[in-house]
């Protein structure tokens, strides 16, 4: 009798520590965590007893620009402040103590590590919304690779944060089979903002129907192919027109936007935007070029591997003016044409 009244006693004083409202450590970055945190705040105005206070964590300016001489704000920075809400910069949590005591960290787009010293002063642990499905599209750069890899479908997970890893926490909620639909022609910045709002419903969805509370009940339905999803280098953005197809060309368009190839001579030309031609319409080319002027249309255009053409809109040749690369490439290839 004395141990079921003790057990009960336990669980009524568990229930009342997951019914107090929450304190909240958001630690975020992007626009992709705005929505997160605008989707936060807006509940706490509406959802009664959820939400007792937000904080915002955020790394540093960054220095920009030619000679690094200018410092870049994280976008979230300006949104905390607009609305009013406390701010804590830090660039690493090593000797960070939390001014206060947080009932849960969430992450979104952050990019560092919450250490379990920070996790473990949290009664709930943390919380990540990441725009894949996992385990699929690990990494800093799901969106991005997503459309790299001319995925038909992709979705959102809001998982626990792992103490040591990225993006191996428990899935509490993930976007139903079989996932969000990715537009033929897409970009990831407009995939992005979907998925965006996305994440930050399903945030909300978790908070309100109290699945961070223990027991965890795993929410991963995907079983599908899985890739990694590593941060976009310079490599990513390189097109070869020699053996990549025009919708590989495409897709790292409408995933990267400017992308670079080789010219000729060796330089690299950064590409700003492509329109693919119907080759139907073409009256003139240059045998089996990759790249060449068109007189009578007085473009720029290339031939992907799969032989479709291109036309290059806008381009920066190294040492040139942004945009206009075009007029530099119409005369290497006309000298290259006499040799």
């Known amino acids: 009798m004395q141990c079921n009244l003790a057990q009960r006693s336990l669980h009524q004083f568990v229930t009342s520590l997951a019914d107090d409202p929450l304190r909240i450590l ?34 540093p300016a960054k220095p920009t620009g030619r000679g690094l001489k200018t410092l870049k704000e994280v976008p979230i920075r300006a949104a905390a402040s607009a609305l009013s809400l406390p701010t804590h910069t830090l660039d690493t949590f090593t000797g960070w103590t939390p001014p ?3 009932s849960l960290i969430i992450a979104v787009s952050f990019g560092l590590l919450v250490p379990p010293r920070i996790l473990n002063l949290a009664r709930h642990g943390g919380l990540n919304v990441h725009p894949s499905l996992l385990p699929d599209l690990r990494g800093s750069a799901p969106i991005e690779h997503a459309v790299l890899q001319q995925r038909s479908f992709t979705g959102v997970s809001v998982q626990t944060l792992h103490p040591r890893r990225f993006d191996e926490g428990v899935v509490l909620a993930q976007t ?11 970009t990831a910045d407009a995939l992005k903002e979907r998925l965006a709002q996305m994440g930050a419903q399903m945030l909300v969805d978790v908070l309100v129907e109290r699945r961070y509370v223990e027991p965890l009940q795993s929410a991963e339905w995907y079983t599908g192919a899985t890739a990694y999803a590593p941060k976009i280098t310079k490599q990513d ?28 001579n060796g330089e ?38 799969c ?21 530099k490439v119409e005369k290497i290839l006309k000298e290259q044409s006499k040799t």
């Open 176 to 186: 139903r089979a079989p996932g969000l639909a990715i537009g033929e022609d897409e």
């Open 268 to 305: 690299r030309l950064v590409v700003h935007a492509i329109v693919p031609l119907n080759t139907a319409t073409l009256t003139t080319g240059v045998g089996q070029a990759v790249m060449w002027y068109d007189e009578a249309r007085k473009e720029l255009l290339f031939r992907a591997a």
């Open 237 to 264: 953005r390189f097109v070869n027109f020699e053996i990549m197809d025009m919708a590989r060309v495409l897709a790292v368009q409408r995933a990267l936007g400017d992308m670079w190839c080789l010219l000729p």
């Open 307 to 327: 032989g479709r053409v291109a036309t290059i809109k806008s381009s920066t040749y190294p040492g040139g003016k942004a945009g206009k690369g075009n007029a």
């Open 26 to 59: 958001f630690c975020g970055s992007d626009r992709f965590s705005i929505a997160s945190l605008d989707a936060l705040v807006h509940a706490k105005h509406t959802v009664p007893g959820l939400i007792d206070e937000i904080h915002v964590a955020h790394r």
């Open 100 to 102: 206060t005591s947080y």
